[in-house]
Nanobody
Framework: QVQLVESGGGLVQPGGSLRLSCTAS???????MGWYRQAPGKQRELVAN????????YAEFVKGRFTISRDGPKNTVLLLQMNNLKPEDTARYYC?????????WGQGTQVTVSS
């Protein structure tokens, strides 16, 4: 059973930056890790993901502003650097991992962009 724990959310002003972190345990290989987000009244949507080999995929609405990366033992620490945040980025951000055909989710961390 894989557990994912997110951290790094918070309140930031428009134009500001935050860095989200997700730590997986145990430290086993996971094919894909990524970030999704869900705003109130909206469906959960993909923000970005990265494969074990380092191939990245970004949603159009974050290209040029967010950077996803993996670190740590067996690349089980997932990072999301978020720059130039906008009010429409306000949502709960969830860490996701895919391993051996199974999907795993964290509890999420709230990101609020407001002046």
């Amino acid at each position: 059973q894989v557990q994912l724990v997110e951290s790094g959310g918070g309140l930031v002003q428009p134009g500001g930056s935050l860095r989200l972190s997700c730590t997986a345990s145990p430290t086993v290989n996971m094919w894909i890790m990524g970030w999704y987000r869900q705003a109130p009244g909206k469906q959960r949507e993909l923000v970005a993901n990265v494969t074990l080999s380092g191939q990245t995929n970004y949603a159009e609405f974050v290209k040029g502003r967010f950077t996803i990366s993996r670190d740590g033992p067996k690349n089980t620490v997932l990072l999301l650097q978020m720059n130039n945040l906008k009010p429409e980025d306000t949502a709960r951000y969830y860490c996701h991992a895919l391993r051996l055909g199974e999907d795993y989710w964290g509890q999420g961390t709230q990101v609020t962009v407001s002046s």
